[in-house]
């Protein structure tokens, strides 16, 4: 290599490593993706605009709030984020939610490159980037990307703040269910058991109360029944079947708009069977990704190996067999994608290059079928039927990585079993319980002190 090709490498090393050229990244990205939202074709911001500000409009205006007067769609908590966008007024409805996604993404950033203080995690932070532009606006124009962020903490903190983590993770869940796969996995894995399940149960308890005490009744349960009763949504990966029929001419095979639940659906020869078995066909997924996860505990097999894999087959599993599977159901995706990377930056846990790859392809796929091309996808266009059944594909690739990925790694601890993971140690090394930890909670706290030590054996991994 000539030297200036070496000085040119380290130029560029040194620009992607800096935190304020990293930091300006992240924020233009907000930026282009804020003004495509506003401005950009497919009124991507519809359900911001519209549907949210909407119910915001009942409650304030009409004292009709959902999920307290009547049944919704959404975990009651998801009606904060709605009302705390009304801060500046219903005129800057919009502009003070992006403000708002922006500020947890910024949170959850700065927790993840140790608000600059470290490089560690800047290959994963610029991905976290990549993700965002190649998802498009649906990254910051739904309710999911309130949760996204507070996913991102929670996982990052569970090896030395396991009650704080489920806290945080108990709330996002309450703003949208998918939270409560790495609530699951982080239940699995951890070593710090009660403390998870006393900060999940406390937090719901409090949540619960709070909504009944405003009369909610059983209608703070009713985003479960919502749910359950919805048909086969046009972008979800069962639904690709009957795509392919109604452009093949199958009668009776149709796209509809369904006023009740906003969405395009499907209906056709066996959609109403396979709408039925497919919350179950989902519950013998997740069974089966449980099994494979106790026999890793069984074998002994490190929580960095563990959690990452695990949490990846939860939250896939959930999208590949989801009757709805609207678009930003791929921002769920990026948390346990940073999780792992983050994890595998410092030699830990298993190498997550491929998942990362695979989920910016999902998220380029999926920006290109919403919200610019929608249309030609419910005209059946073939081209977007190419797309939309690539898409739908990678996502059971995706999972059978994340399940072959728990598999191995319980094959090879069954032949490696390191000392220092023999049942009945009571010491777990900070680089093997937490390697992420340096550059996740940088508020002057030692990750190699002896009460930070502590902190880490309770929450080990389990045995």
Do not use: C
Request: net charge positive; charged share 10%; no cysteine.
């Amino acid at each position: 290599m000539t030297t200036s090709a070496r000085l040119h490498s380290l130029a560029r090393s040194l620009a992607l490593g800096s935190p304020i050229f990293l930091w300006a990244a992240f924020i233009l990205a907000h930026l282009w993706l804020g003004a495509l939202n506003l401005y950009g074709p497919g009124q991507p911001f519809g359900d911001v605009t519209s549907v949210y500000k909407f119910w915001t409009d009942q409650a304030l205006e009409s004292n009709y709030w959902v999920g307290i007067d009547g049944s919704w769609v959404y975990p009651i908590v998801a009606l904060v984020p709605m009302l705390l966008a009304r801060v500046f007024g219903p005129e800057l409805f919009a502009s003070t939610w992006l403000g708002l996604v922006l500020l947890l993404d910024l949170l959850a950033f700065g927790a993840l490159t140790g608000w600059g203080r470290t490089t560690r995690n800047s290959a994963v932070a610029w991905w976290w980037v990549a993700f965002l532009v190649l998802l498009g606006p649906i990254a910051l124009g739904r309710i999911d990307s309130i949760t996204v962020p507070l996913a991102i903490v929670g996982v990052l903190l569970v090896a030395t703040r396991p009650r704080a983590a489920s806290v945080i993770l108990t709330l996002a869940t309450w703003i949208k269910v998918w939270p409560a796969a790495l609530l699951v996995s982080i239940l699995i894995a951890v070593r710090a058991r009660r403390q998870v399940v006393v900060g999940a149960v406390v937090t719901s308890l409090v949540v619960v109360a709070i909504a009944l005490s405003f009369g909610a009744g059983a209608n703070v349960f009713s985003f479960v029944t919502q749910q359950s009763v919805r048909g086969l949504q046009v972008e979800a990966p069962i639904r690709t079947v009957w795509l392919w029929q109604e452009f093949a001419g199958v009668p009776n095979t149709f796209v509809y708009y369904d006023q009740g639940l906003l969405t395009w659906q499907v209906r056709g020869p066996g959609v109403e069977a396979a709408s039925m078995l497919i919350n179950p066909l989902m519950a013998l997924v997740v069974v089966a990704i449980t099994i494979l996860a106790f026999l890793a505990l069984r074998s002994r097999v490190a929580v960095a190996d563990l959690l990452p894999s695990l949490s990846l087959a939860y939250v896939v599993a959930l999208i590949a067999f989801n009757k709805v599977g609207s678009p930003q159901y791929i921002t769920w995706l990026a948390v346990p994608v940073i999780l792992g990377l983050s994890i595998n930056a410092v030699g830990r846990g298993r190498l997550f290059r491929t998942p990362a790859i695979l989920v910016l392809v999902l998220a380029a796929l999926t920006q290109v079928i919403y919200p610019y091309l929608y249309g030609y996808l419910l005209s059946l266009n073939p081209l977007m039927l190419i797309v939309i059944s690539a898409r739908n594909l990678l996502y059971f690739v995706l999972l059978g990585w994340a399940v072959v990925s728990l598999w191995r790694a319980s094959r090879a601890a069954e032949f490696s079993v390191d000392p220092d993971d023999r049942p009945g140690d009571d010491r777990t090394s900070v680089d093997r319980a937490a390697p992420w930890l340096p550059a996740v909670w940088p508020f002057g706290v030692d990750p190699t002190s002896t009460q930070q030590r502590d902190k880490l054996d309770e929450a080990g991994p389990s045995r």
